[in-house]
Every structure is written in structure tokens, then in C-alpha cells.
């Protein structure tokens, strides 16, 4: 299980550096949120996986006795996921403005050079 | 000690931005709020810093949990120096918003996002526990963009996609860190990794994870090959923005790596040589990219970029004198570079342009307040005894004394080229005839009297403040001093957090 993990973040790490690498509006995007979800999975992973070992103190006792599933990395997961879901909804719909406001999908072409502004 | 008033100036400001929200496209109310709050706001870091300056290292343990298990909030001296700089500048900022933010914007919730940063800046300072600086982190991230890109300009929009993605990279270099960290060590307080990291005894992944950190802060602190998306993205905002971005969210960064590479990572050879070679590009970068740029605000960007350099080469000397002109120089920054943005905006309003070809004759018209500008430009290019000066005797001090002769070299070369690009600005902007006489638009003139007081005030109170600095440089070297030693000791600051 843990191979497993390890290739797929290896996998969503690299995908999501190469597209982000890539000119085009979307596949930054993409690549934006792939590297979250990497990110995710890293956490995840090194909160060590125990399987059905829940975090509960069984009656009359003080503290544990065996290894148990971490929840933080859980809890630290559901904070990042709920960031980068207003992070990526603020991504695309700015991406969307930008795209009506130069017609292009390149990233090349976001240097108009600035008269005025104030 | 334990004391809940540290995150008063946190709540402060969420509460100002939540009754805003209250107040929705109502602007003369909005603009009372944001001024009175941020007031009230300064006050209490004033509290926070003399109970700190005077006592002892405050904590608060959030919903009673206790560290290492809860979140903590930590106010040292570091911490509370940074919340009153901020307070300082939020409160310059929120006045000349209220005049120098347009309608439109402030219609469209400028202000309570505004005051949404300044929470999360003040969140990020005080917090003592890993995760939660990230979380601050991507508050203060959020807001930035919506600050960004109120108004909805072409040339706004084009930096904003540029600002959001690398800042979102940083944000995720940055997680990757904190996983790892969590990985070896277990814990999430600052403190209490501490303890932990030193012992780990795979060092390699223990330099991993700090370099994960180093670029994650590093991007977000503009240093040498991550700086890009800053001069491309700065000059675009409306100018109060610009001054809180320029003035502070670079600096969060810095801190970040202060906080970071003094407690948890003590650096070692490698780290420290890699952070002075890249103080050293920074700084030559940043200097040669302000002496060819003729928009104002692009010139003003590439100097924060270089004197970043100055504070990286500080940490990278890692010595007591180094440290504390790092600090020292931090102190000024925030005041100065706020400042500058300010003064391009003031310009803008006065000239309607930020081009230096097309900008002249302002000594003449308004010589007053140019010489008020003045004073902010001699403190930046740290002409005796004024507040960019002692930092930089410092720096060099911790430069020869460590024999890095290199930075010594680069840190001369650009407080130099500042130098010249700051009397090349004063007589292109203030002495020169104006090329164009009858183009000028002047909004300043025509603005009734409150309005103008709203655009000066602002840059009196931060040039007050660099004055400050600059004239009682031995009290600010006195908190330098501490703030320095409280960061090569860290045993206080640990046995605070941990109650052992």
C-alpha cells in the first residue's frame, strides 16, 4: 500500500511541476491542483497508515496500548483540502476573466505593457 | 506566561472586517471603521509590545489545549516588534485608503479584505505552531488576491495570475514541508520540534525538508531565482495595496525564514553558504533592475527586491552581530518601503502618471511636501543618522567580523546603486521641469481639504516613525539586541512554550 502511494505522489508531484511548466492557462491550473493533491497524499503517507486502528481509548484505560491510526494528518488533509478548494475556485474563475479579457490561452501574452494605474 | 490578550489585535481586525461586511456599499462608514479599528488595533500591539519589551515571553494556549498538543499563540519579542510595525503600517494604510482607494473599489469590498490581511499577517506573526502559520499563510494569500485584482484591470488581472500562481506554489512547497516535517519528527509546535529535530539522526531528510521551506519562504520573500512574479506583479494594484504588499508580505516571508531556520533548523554550512550566495545574487539583481526601470513603482519594487538581500545575507552570516542588523533592518524596511508606495501614490494623484520621463517640477509646486518625501528617500538610502544607516554598520560589522567579504562587497555595491537610483528619482521627479506642463492632470490640487490631509497624514505618521528609528537608533538597537539573542538562544522561548 505504501509502494503504491509512493509512486502515485511521485506521479502527481512530477505531473503537476510539467504542466505547470507548460505556457497554457489551463494545464497551470491543472497542474496547480495536482500538486495539491500530491501534497495531500504526502501528508497522509507520513502520517504512517494503520489500518482499523481507530484513535479511541478503550474503557478503563489511560492511554494506548498499541500502535493507532494518527488523525492529524487527517485533520491537517481537510484543512489543506477546504484551502485549496477557494484557492482553485478564486484560480478559475480569474484564469476565465483573464481568457475573456485577452482572448489567448497562452501565458506569454500577460505582458501588455502598463500605461497608467492607479 | 500566560496572557489571552496577544491575539487581541487579531480579533480586532476580524471583527473590523466582519462589521464592514455589515456595512456593505455603504463607503463613508466602511472608511470610520477601518481608520477607528485599525487605531484600536495599534493600541493594543502598543500593549502587547510594552508588556513584552518589559516582561517575559507571552503565550496563549487556544481552547486551553496545551502545547505540544494544541495550537499555541507566542508572542516574544520578535513577534510583538512585527504585530507594532504592522499595526503601524495597517493604520497609515487605512487612512490614505480612504482617500486613495476609489469609489468603485470600496463599493466592491475593498476595505474588509483589507482588514482580512492585516488579521492574517498578525496571525502569522504570533503563532507558534507549524501548521497554523500555514493556515495564516494562505489567509493572508487570499486576500492578497482579491486585493489584487479589485477593479479588474487588464494589466491587474495579467500580474494577478502570475502573483496567484507562484504564491500557491509557495504554498504547496511549503505544505510539502510540513508533511515531511510531521513525517520525522511527529509534532507541529514550533517549539517542541525544537527539541525534536536536532536529535533526528537521518540528517539528510531533516536538509530536505529544510530546503523545502527555504524555497516555499523564499518565493514568497522574493529572494535570488524565485523573485520573478514581484517586479512584474507590484506595479499593478492601486498604490495603498501596493504599499501593504511591498511594506509587509515580503516580510512575512522573511520572518517565516527567521522563525524557521533559527529554531526548528539551525542551519548548517551548506544552509548558510546557500543563503549567503543568494543574498548576494539578490542583492546585485535587484540593484541592477531598479537602475534601469522608469516606472516608479517598477524601480520601487526592484529595491525591496535587493534589500531583501540585505536581511537573507543577516540570517546567512548567523552570527549575533549579523542577526541583529538583520533585524535592525527589517525594523526599517517595513517603514520605508510602505512608505515609498504611499509616495508613488501621492505622486500619481498629483501628476496622473508614474513614468519618470513624464513626471517633473513637484519640488517647485509642492515644496513641503517634497521635502517631507525627502526625508523618507534619505532614511531608505541611509544617509546618517538616519534609520537605513545603523543597520547596515551593523551587517557590515557581521560581514568583516565572519570574514564574508563577498556580501561585505555586495551590501556596499547596493546601498550604492540605491543611492543613485534615489537622487536619479529626486531630480527626475522633483527638479527637472515638468516636460509636458499643460497634460497634467492634478487631481491633488482640486481634492478639499480633509482629502488631502488623508493622502499626507499617512506618509508624516511612517516618516515620523523612520525618523524614530533613525534618531533614537540605541533604544531600536536595544530591541535588535534582544530579538538577536532570543534568536541564537531559543532555550527562553522553548521553556515559555512548553512550561519546562
Sequence with gaps: ?118 | MIDNQIIATVLVHLFIAILQLGFWRKTVPQRVLSIGGSFISLIFAIKLFTKVFNGDILIMHAANWEAPFGIVFVADLLSSTLVLLTAIAALAVSIFSATGIGRQRILYGYFPIFHFLVMGLNGAFLTGDIFNLYVFFEVIIISSFVLMTLGGRKAQLEGAVKYMAMNILASTFFLTGIGLLYGISGSLNMADLALIVPKIENRAIVDITATFFLIGFGIKSAIFPLYFWLPSSYHTPPSAVAAIFGGLLTKVGIYALFRVFTLIFIPNEFIRDLLLVLSILTILTGAFGALIKTNVRRLFSYLIVCHIGFMIGGLGMYSKLAILGAVFYLIHDIMVKTNLFLIAGLIRQMRGSMDMKKLGGLYAEYPKISLLIAIVLFSLAGIPPLSGFWPKIYLLQGAFENAHYLYAGALILGSFITLFVIAKFWSEVFWKKSPDPDTIEDKFKDLIGIRKIALILPICILAASSLYIGLNAEIIIQVADRISSEMLNTTPYIQAVLGK
Excluded: C, H
Design chain 1, 1 to 118: 500500500m505504501e509502494l503504491l502511494l509512493i509512486l502515485l505522489i511521485g506521479v502527481l508531484y512530477a505531473t503537476g511541476i510539467y504542466l505547470i511548466l507548460r505556457r497554457s492557462m489551463v494545464k497551470l491550473l491543472l497542474g496547480i491542483m495536482l500538486l495539491g493533491n500530491g501534497t495531500n497524499m504526502l501528508i497522509f503517507l507520513l502520517g504512517n497508515i494503520t489500518k482499523g486502528k481507530p484513535p479511541i481509548i478503550s474503557d478503563g484505560l489511560k492511554v494506548f496500548q498499541d500502535i493507532y491510526a494518527d488523525p492529524i494528518p487527517q485533520a491537517l488533509i481537510l484543512t489543506a483540502i477546504v484551502i485549496s478548494f477557494g484557492l482553485t475556485s478564486f484560480a478559475i474563475v480569474l484564469l476565465k476573466r483573464v481568457y475573456a479579457l485577452i482572448n489567448t490561452d497562452d501565458l506569454d501574452n500577460l505582458n501588455t505593457p502598463e500605461d497608467e494605474d492607479i
